[in-house]
């Protein structure tokens, strides 16, 4: 392992491995860190569908370099324009988003993915999840949210990890930053550790790229409010906040909204439903729009049909969470279950109770059913 080098990145995401490849692009001698071993890398970034928004100007430019498939020829891609991102943006933070850092986010996301491309990450247009099927067998896509990589957030990390050897950036895999390395009002490297040992790393720069703290139970109540601390981690076990700490103590400035977060419907009974590895976020349970949510009383606490999925599905994890045991159940009739996304309703080992009535019991061994609550009348016919 060198001991000093131009660029030094802590943490193995997209957001690490993208600043890596900037750095080496630009001739630095550049060092990664992950904290997690190898075959567990890749931040919350492993466990995405890879979806990325950009705006475009449509099929006829996303075609210029996403991959080739043949049902290009049978889709409607509307374009989005940087003036619906900015609107969409305000829209789902209720207007408390950075005017400075949405104007480069939304001028910056087209350039950005073309360069991506360029290093070696592939991309697709996003049929199975921003895609409906049309009456002349055709594909239109809705969103704004068109564009994904090859094999989600896999095949993300596995390209990103494949460009950062053609480019010669060292990553050191079970290497978790402990600490800031300060002299002379700036930082100039960091501490770590490793399973053999502890030591130091300096560089010219250091970039934190080490992610947020849902992680940390401790963190998660401190921040976002009693309760958190109940909320499954659907992503990395490794982003538990201490390099926030660290740039904190630091003299780092504290931005953003930290009593917010992202949060989505997940489901709350498969028996490997926190870091899974191998079904990363098709735990997800975003059908909600094609039914009705309710709590263990049966009763509705959400507009689950206020907007597109896309604009209400990460804000909706925080209404189920503050509902009885932290959880909720989602309705289905026979003529909207063969609607649901076969990825998250029919895989194996999904949480799912088949029942005639509202009213059957749960089973053995869950929450109570939403019909053993005393509402299941008022449920028996409800215009969605």
């Not at 890879?50 to 080739?68: K, M």
């Not at 930053?177 to 490793?194: F, M, N, P």
């Not at 399973?195 to 720069?205: H, V």
Request: hydrophobic fraction near 35%.
């Amino acid at each position: 392992m060198m001991t000093k080098s131009d660029v030094l990145v802590v943490g193995g995401g997209n957001a690490g491995f993208a600043a890596a490849l900037a750095a080496a692009e630009r001739g630095r001698k550049v060092v990664l860190l992950e904290k997690a071993q190898e075959a567990s890398s890749g931040g919350n970034s492993f466990y995405t569908a890879g979806a990325t928004r950009i705006s475009h100007d449509g099929l006829q430019e996303l075609i210029e370099f996403v991959e080739p498939d043949e049902r290009h020829a049978a889709s409607e891609v509307p374009a989005y324009t940087p003036a619906e991102y900015l609107a969409d943006l305000s829209k789902v933070s209720e207007g408390r988003n950075d005017p400075g850092l949405s104007a480069v986010l939304v001028n910056e996301s087209n350039p950005t993915l073309r360069w991506l491309q360029g290093m070696g990450l592939k991309y697709r247009l996003m049929y199975e999840r921003q895609a409906y099927r049309t009456e002349d067998g055709g594909y239109l896509f809705w969103g704004g949210l068109h564009v994904g990589n090859v094999g989600g957030g896999k095949g993300l990390m596995a390209d990103h990890r494949a460009a950062a050897q053609r480019m010669g950036v060292e990553v050191i895999y079970d290497c978790a930053a402990t600490g800031l390395i300060q002299e002379d009002g700036r930082v100039r490297g960091v501490r770590y550790r490793t399973s053999t040992g502890e030591g130091e790393l300096r560089a010219e720069s250091v970039i934190l790229a080490s992610g947020g703290f849902e992680a940390s139970p401790e963190l998660r109540r401190r921040h976002l409010g009693e309760g958190w601390q109940n909320a499954k981690v659907r992503g990395t076990p490794g982003n538990t906040g201490e390099m926030i700490l660290a740039a904190l103590d630091a003299g780092a400035a504290r931005g953003g909204d930290w009593s917010t977060c992202h949060s989505v419907a997940w489901d709350a009974w498969h028996p490997e439903n926190e870091s899974n590895l191998e079904l990363t976020n098709q735990l997800t349970r975003g059908g909600y729009p094609l039914g009705i949510v309710v709590n263990s009383e049966g009763k509705r606490f959400v507009d689950e049909g206020a907007d597109y999925r896309n604009y209400t599905y990460a804000k909706y994890g925080r209404d189920i969470l503050a509902q009885a045991g932290s959880a909720a159940f989602q309705i289905f009739d026979s003529s909207s279950r063969p609607m649901l996304r076969a990825e998250e309703y029919d895989m194996p080992g999904v949480s799912v109770v088949t029942a005639s009535t509202l009213a059957e019991p749960g089973p053995e061994g869950r929450h109570q059913s939403p019909g053993a609550g005393g509402n299941s009348a008022g449920l028996q016919c409800f215009d969605h």
